[in-house]
């Protein structure tokens, strides 16, 4: 159980296009899903909390009209990189947390990531 | 402030035990999580402690003093493939507090 997959795993795009990453709970419904940002050899920076059905709670100095979260329903969120450019190549990983999953509500469990290289 | 410390980097032999150390202090706390995450991939859950005391699992281990802000991970009779970071975080307010993570490595 608490699977969470990630589409598309790697996507490589040209400068000032937008990419879309989803984020899917496979077997439970999702209470919130985050947006998580990594870099090689560096610590994960969360971006964004998604609820569903309400917008999204962006952290300090990410810029919400760029990178662009919709969270339609308890099993799907996305996350939208417009206007890309090679800086923000990087490791995107979403996660998801549960009321109803057994255990602590706090456990977030990640999807597989994607990777996006910007030309 | 918040603020989650463990070592940046241990090394360890195939087959002996490691503990990796995590510290932390927050404004919240609702437990004390492990991940693992191999290089390139994303994390992947593997404890929680709420209470204080030792939660076995496996060959995993992991131990929460909450009135020392201290937990470990305990790993016996490591394998080669144990090789990863292992990430050290607190849950407060429905979120994740993230320690930068302790590179493992193993040598045969």
């Known amino acids: 159980g608490a699977v969470v997959s990630q589409h598309p795993s790697r996507v490589i795009c040209k400068s000032g296009t937008s990419v879309k990453i989803e984020c899917r709970s496979l077997?439970?419904?999702?209470?919130?899903m985050f947006w998580y940002r990594q870099f090689p050899k560096q610590s994960l920076m969360l971006m964004a909390t998604?609820?569903?059905?309400?917008?999204?709670?962006?952290e300090q100095g990410v810029e919400k009209d760029k990178f662009l979260i919709n969270h339609a329903s308890l099993t799907l969120s996305t996350l939208t990189v417009t206007s890309a450019h090679p800086e923000d190549s990087s490791f995107y990983i979403c996660?998801?947390?549960?009321?109803?999953?057994?255990?602590?509500?706090?456990?977030?469990?990640f999807g597989p990531g994607t990777r996006l290289t910007v030309l | 402030g918040q603020n989650i410390d463990q070592p940046t980097e241990m090394t360890a032999t195939e087959g002996a035990i490691v503990q990796i150390n995590c510290t932390y202090q927050t404004s919240g706390f609702n437990g004390l999580f492990w991940y693992q995450q191999h290089a390139g991939e994303a994390p992947t859950f593997l404890s929680y402690n709420v209470l204080d005391g030792l939660e076995e699992k496996g060959r995993f281990s992991s131990f929460l003093s909450r009135s020392k802000g201290y937990s470990y991970l305990l790993l016996k009779e490591l394998q080669m493939k144990d090789s990863a970071s292992y990430l050290c975080?607190?849950?407060?307010?429905?979120?994740?507090?993230w320690g930068a993570g302790t590179k493992l490595i193993i040598k045969p």
């Open positions: 077997d439970f419904q999702a209470t919130t």
């Open positions: 998604s609820n569903e059905g309400s917008k999204a709670t962006y």
């Open positions: 996660s998801a947390r549960s009321n109803t999953l057994a255990g602590s509500t706090d456990t977030q469990y």
């Open positions: 975080a607190v849950g407060s307010n429905y979120q994740l507090i």
